[in-house]
């Protein structure tokens, strides 16, 4: 079992860079692929980026790339995602996740946290 845990949320305003970090515990994130996804108000669980365990592999989603980086240490059991340039339209609950595979869909990640807020202001 791994309980994972976002921090770094927050209240930020368009232009802007935020960085959140997913830290595993109970179990390390050992051979695991960790996502991020988010959710706005209204609106499905959108993709937003994924890395391998060996991070050689990393996919994002369409409305990120450019903008945001992710990245992980697997010897702090941590996972990162780098946000620059941030729209009004990536207000989201941002969540990480870890799975088997590099997946780009929900149901790839047997893990979820519990989600941290990012508002961006315009």
């Given amino acids: 079992q791994v309980q994972l845990v976002e921090s770094g949320g927050g209240l930020v305003q368009a232009g802007d860079s935020l960085t959140?970090?997913?830290?595993?515990?109970?179990r390390t994130f050992s051979g695991s692929?960790?996502?991020w996804f988010r959710q706005a108000p209204g609106k499905e669980r959108e993709f937003?980026?994924?890395i391998s365990w060996t991070g050689a592999v990393r996919f994002?989603?369409?409305s990120v790339k450019g903008r945001f980086?992710?990245?992980r240490d697997n010897a702090k059991n941590r996972g990162y995602l780098q946000m620059n340039?941030?729209?009004?339209?990536?207000?989201?609950?941002y969540y990480c996740a870890a799975g088997s595979t590099?997946?780009?869909?929900?149901?790839?990640?047997?893990?979820?946290g519990q989600g941290?807020?990012?508002?961006v202001s315009s």
């Fill in 20 to 26: 959140l970090s997913c830290a595993a515990s109970g």
């Fill in 33 to 35: 692929a960790v996502g």
């Fill in 48 to 50: 937003v980026a994924v």
């Fill in 60 to 62: 994002y989603g369409d």
């Fill in 69 to 71: 980086t992710i990245s």
């Fill in 85 to 93: 340039s941030l729209y009004v339209e990536d207000t989201a609950v």
């Fill in 102 to 112: 590099t997946g780009r869909t929900s149901n790839a990640y047997a893990y979820w």
């Fill in 116 to 119: 941290t807020q990012v508002t």
